[in-house]
Nanobody
Framework: VQLVEYGGGSVQAGGSLKLSCPTS????????MGWGRQVPGTERELIST???????DYADSVKGRFTISQDDAKKTLYLQMNNLKAEDTAVYYC???????????????WGQGTQVTVSS
């Protein structure tokens, strides 16, 4: 199983980008999907998730600016990013979430990542 992200690039502050991540029905045997990001030298941060029941969640840093969604057939995961800021610059990853031993829904499979650069 391989996850590949598309849609990264460079944009000026205040601009928008939409990331996509083609998926498969096999992957949706998990408890949800998500997006994370990582700046070099820091830990990867999970910024948004969408559960199999459609429930979404966002990190405070992106709430109100980013929107996670899936197409109706659940074949592609999206992240619409609006009003981008310089601090959003990072490598963005899509992720598959599975329940761990404590039944928490956590990311356990990550994509290859796509660079997003926001210039101020």
């Amino acid at each position: 199983v391989q996850l590949v992200e598309y849609g990264g690039g460079s944009v000026q502050a205040g601009g928008s980008l939409k990331l996509s991540c083609p998926t498969s029905r096999y992957i949706f045997s998990g408890c949800g999907m998500g997006w994370g990001r990582q700046v070099p030298g820091t830990e990867r941060e999970l910024i948004s998730t969408i559960r199999t029941d459609g429930t979404t969640d966002y990190a405070d840093s992106v709430k109100g600016r980013f929107t996670i969604s899936q197409d109706d057939a659940k074949k592609t995961l999206y992240l619409q990013m609006n009003n981008l800021k310089a601090e959003d610059t990072a490598v963005y990853y899509c992720a598959v979430l599975f329940e761990d031993s404590s039944l928490s829904c956590v990311p356990q499979l990550w994509g290859q990542g796509t660079q997003v650069t926001v210039s101020s």
